[in-house]
């Protein structure tokens, strides 16, 4: 696990999106996984200001949809993958994938995803961000550390998280399709980007707390190539911080 700690959000962006331009150009990124929420955003910024290497390439896979709201609501993971993701980066439209939160067969939308990722080739690099209660994707907590892509339904806490960008608490969805924890862990390389002190406590549960379903985005401490990239604020309950910035400090060239 590496973990980058960085100024600012702004900064975060600029390092992950020199990360995912690095990758492009060495040939090793092909594949995507984009995250939606507030956390990501100075990422897809970055790139867009940077411009991505051969765009109509590039496949994307999000990690998440709400159940029951139709693809055309602003608020769909659809629409602001539409927003945040393709059009900022120009990617073609028809590579960009969502899970099915609308679909008629609900019940089987999951397993046709995981298909879809498998079909692609998997996932080379997982853009992620963590939510207040540990989540990622909305893989919520006491979710299985290897669980696929499946229905979950919200935490109170999520919901009022995300209310922000409903007109009333009352319209977030309560269920939603989220790729697992598992379907995450395959993903060649995981990048989690965070901001904010309303993220320390969630970042430092994730890095240093034992492995836990309580803490979802603590099952990373087992994925063999993940960083943790996240600014001052949201580092300030790691213990261990001397030892990471000595660790960037020295880090040999090869490892970026
Ligand atoms: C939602 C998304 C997550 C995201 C989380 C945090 O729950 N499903 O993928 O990480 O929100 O959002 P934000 O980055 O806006 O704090």
Redesign the pocket.
């Known amino acids: 696990m590496q973990v980058i700690v960085v100024e600012n959000a702004q900064a975060v962006g600029e390092y992950v999106a020199d990360t995912i331009i690095r990758r492009i150009e060495k040939g090793v990124l092909k594949v995507l996984g984009v ?6 955003v100075p990422v897809y910024e970055a790139l867009e200001r940077r411009g991505v290497p051969s765009p109509q390439t590039l496949k994307a896979f999000a ?2 949809e709400y159940v029951g709201l139709p693809k055309a609501h602003p608020e769909s993971y659809h629409s602001v993958i539409e927003r945040d993701v393709t059009r900022r980066l120009g990617l073609d439209p028809a590579n960009v994938r969502v899970p099915e939160g609308d679909s008629d067969d609900i019940e089987h939308a999951g397993a046709r995803y995981e298909q879809a990722i498998r079909e692609a080739g998997g996932v080379d690099l997982q853009i ?5 209660t540990g ?4 893989n919520e907590p006491t979710s299985s550390l290897s669980s696929r892509t499946r229905i979950k339904t919200l935490t109170p806490q ?1 919901r009022k ?2 209310a922000r960008f409903f007109d009333s608490p009352d319209e977030v969805p309560q269920h ?1 399709l ?1 790729q697992g924890l598992g379907t995450i862990m395959d993903a060649r390389e995981v990048v989690l980007v965070a901001h904010g002190a ?2 320390a406590d969630a970042v430092a549960a994730a890095i240093e707390g034992p492995v836990s379903s309580m803490c979802p985005g603590s099952v990373l401490q087992f994925h063999e190539n993940a960083s943790f990239v996240v600014d001052e604020a949201a580092a300030a309950k790691l213990t261990l911080r001397e030892y990471y910035d000595f660790t960037v400090q020295n880090r040999p060239e090869w490892q970026r």
Request: glycine share 16%; hydrophobic share 30%; proline share 4%.
């Open positions: 995250a939606t929420g507030s956390s990501p990690l998440d992620l961000g963590i939510g207040a989540h990622i994707g909305f999520t998280d995300n939603c989220t309303s993220k």
